[in-house]
């Protein structure tokens, strides 16, 4: 079997409100590169990268050549080919890899009838838990609804989330509003539901100083573990030196070198595996052995996804068998998904592992032509600038955070 053909198309999808994060906001949508990988048999295989846009299109078009005529199932190779070590210093592929990847894997998995978790070593677990996910959130741009700002509406927002997916894990994104602030807001959502498992991440904005003062304020709480409460491999170290509560990363072990230095010199206790950041889902199943040889955790990371690659998230879950902690998605902030039937469903807070060959997802060719219309109308948007809140650096650590109590919209006069 031999690919023919990558085509991308950027997609743009609505959230069900803005969500907000330590270094800006998504807009009230996720824009999204879809990639279709063609081969000689008639096989098409599905990959979806981060962003968007000319550049990524054109990312992908780029690749072209080093793709045609290469055996899909040779993905050992294409990683030299694509992505070698050196070569990366200069072009940086990693993530335009990873879709790459997947849709390799759709190929080989289609083409040998058996589900992506079988060609990867096949499934430890059928379902793959996940957390609530929470944000905070400016109010829908067109409806007005869907604040999340107020610790009532964070909490009504965890009740919400409970009460339609039955997540039992729930995960608050902060780095937005002072840390008293949000200490408060997670208390509180720890306090409404005292059986339950929590973890809350500020993406690395706070100092040492600030994330072990937070750390010790959370230690009578369930946590899952502390996600990233400051920056680097070095500050981590030493908040976890003064903590009893578990940290987790997806920002400062990322790749191969990253982990070795963990395990030598350990600053991290969970890695939280992302199928982009990494270079796809194969990457993560080694790392995840390396974590298990030496007692590390590790989780499924998120950094925004359709259902493609949440897809490619479902496998990797599928099989690790040391999952020890429910997934991260955004997925249902989402309102619509680009694939047949419409978006993967969760049942007490787990979605099924796809059971049809390859990655188990088709995509639906109107919602992606409607999608991709909508991107074209609307275009993109920068993940790193709040627009209700006045152009700041985002120096780490940062000191500069959004006031609670304004309830503004920038969306909204
Ligand atoms: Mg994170």
């Not at 294409?78 to 879709?99: C, D, G, M, V």
């Not at 072990?253 to 010199?265: C, G, R, S, W, Y």
């Not at 479902?314 to 690790?320: C, E, S, T």
């Not at 099924?352 to 639906?364: C, K, M, W």
Request: proline residues 6%; charged residues 25%.
């Amino acid at each position: 079997m031999k690919i023919t053909d990558i085509r991308p198309t950027t997609v743009t999808v609505p959230l069900e409100a803005p969500l907000r994060h330590a270094n800006g906001c998504h807009w009230g949508r996720f824009v999204r590169t879809i990639i279709e990988v063609d081969t000689d048999e008639g096989i098409t295989g599905l990959g979806e990268m981060g962003g968007g846009g000319e550049s990524a299109e054109a990312g992908f078009r780029g690749l072209k050549s080093y793709l045609v005529g290469h055996d899909p199932v040779r993905l050992e190779e294409l990683r030299f080919i694509i992505a070698n070590p050196t070569a990366s210093l200069y072009n940086n592929r990693t993530q335009l890899l990873a879709a790459i990847e997947f849709a390799c894997l759709d190929i080989v998995g289609q083409k040998w009838g058996v589900p992506v978790c079988d060609v990867l070593g096949g499934r430890v677990r059928d379902r793959v838990p996940f957390a609530s996910y929470l944000f905070f959130r400016y109010p829908n741009t067109e409806t007005g609804e869907g604040e999340v700002r107020t610790v009532d509406q964070v909490v009504r927002l965890t009740r919400d989330l409970k009460e339609r997916y039955g997540f039992t894990s729930h995960k608050l994104k902060g780095g937005v509003f002072p840390p008293e602030y949000e200490l408060e807001c997670y208390r509180a959502i720890a306090a409404e539901f005292p059986e339950e498992h929590f973890r809350f991440d500020c993406n690395g904005a706070w100092s040492v100083e600030t994330a072990i003062w937070f750390g010790r304020h959370i230690e009578d709480i369930r946590n899952d573990y502390l996600e990233d409460p400051t920056w680097g491999l070095n500050g981590m170290r030493m908040v976890r030196e003064k903590l009893r509560t578990l940290l987790s990363t997806n920002t400062v072990v990322v790749n191969f070198e990253q982990l070795a230095a963990n395990i030598l010199h350990p600053a991290v206790d969970v890695i939280l595996l992302d199928t982009t950041f990494w270079g796809g889902i194969r990457p993560c199943v080694r790392a995840a052995g390396v974590c298990e040889t030496f007692q590390f955790g590790v989780a499924v990371h998120s950094s925004g996804e359709l259902g493609i690659q949440l897809a490619s998230m479902l496998h990797l879950g599928a099989v690790i068998p040391n999952l020890a902690y429910s997934a991260d998605a955004h997925y249902h902030h989402l309102k619509d998904d680009i694939i047949k039937g419409g978006p993967l469903e969760y049942r007490d807070g787990a979605i099924d592992v796809p059971r049809a060959p390859g990655l188990g997802v088709t995509l639906d060719r109107d919602k992606l032509n409607e999608y991709a219309e909508l991107y074209k109308r609307v275009g993109n948007y920068p993940y790193d600038i709040d627009p209700g809140r006045s152009p700041w650096p985002p120096l780490l650590p940062n000191t500069a955070w959004a006031d609670p109590r304004d309830g503004r919209s920038p969306w909204r006069s």
